[in-house]
């Protein structure tokens, strides 16, 4: 089974821009959680997709924002970037409980200038 | 609301040596427990998880862990270690029965196995 593929895995940004990432999940899983790690701040939870709704959200600003589409496939914006946007973007598929092993993606490595 | 300290940042050792990796949580709800690992320039792997039943609980790669309720703990073990265990280890929480998303993950901890 094909694992979570995330495009791209790099990116170059500056001040100002918008960016749009994507995670394609493991077939036949339903819920896709976006994370954003940094050095300082670690891991941190940016929203969960389930269904194509939303049903979970961090504490981001409104700048950060997702979808799902039917196929279960998300995609993560992030609009009017800031030089602390750039982090390492992660996202990861289960089946959607939270006893479920979410697998993760390798990332997408946004830099902002 | 929860949260999770891995009380070492860095924790350097010698190949063949035992490590033991600390994590504490803090949470006013019943959790489930996970370890996750993270090789450079990779996303993270479930290295194990605690939902219920035995407090201790057996993953992939040698590694163990002990739940703790009264201590609030889920410390990560191995007997001896590899070269290849060189990298960053993540302890993460989630509410018990909730909905998928929204693990808590601590600041991490960084294993450096020297030959």
């Known amino acids: 089974k094909a694992g979570v593929t995330q495009t791209p895995r790099y990116l170059i940004k500056t001040r100002g821009q918008q960016v749009t990432l994507s995670c394609s999940p493991i077939s036949g899983h339903r819920s896709v959680s976006w994370y954003q790690q940094t050095p300082g701040q670690g891991l941190q939870f940016l929203f969960e997709?389930?269904?194509?709704?939303?049903?979970n959200k961090g504490n981001f600003p409104g700048r950060f924002s997702g979808r799902q589409f039917s196929n279960s496939r998300s995609e993560m914006n992030v609009s009017t970037l800031e030089l602390g946007d750039s982090a390492l973007y992660l996202c990861?598929?289960?089946?959607?409980?939270?006893?479920?092993?979410?697998?993760f993606g390798p990332g997408t490595r946004l830099l902002v200038l | 609301a929860q949260s999770v300290t891995q009380l070492d940042s860095q924790v350097p050792v010698f190949e063949e040596a035992p490590v033991e990796l600390r994590c504490n949580y803090s949470?006013?709800?019943?959790?489930?427990l996970f370890w996750y690992v993270q090789y450079p320039n990779q996303g993270l792997q479930l290295l194990l998880k605690?939902?219920?039943?035995?407090?201790l609980v057996k993953g992939i790669n040698g590694f163990e862990a002990e739940f703790n309720k009264s201590q609030t703990s889920f410390h990560l073990r191995k007997p001896s270690v590899h070269i290849s265990d060189t990298a960053e280890y993540f302890c993460a929480v989630a509410n018990y029965g909730g909905s998928q998303g929204n693990l808590i993950f601590g600041k991490g901890t960084k294993l450096s196995v020297k030959p």
């Open positions: 949470s006013s709800v019943s959790v489930y």
């Open positions: 990861a598929s289960s089946i959607g409980t939270a006893a479920e092993t979410q697998y």
């Open positions: 997709y389930f269904s194509e709704t939303q049903r």
């Open positions: 605690y939902l219920s039943g035995s407090t």
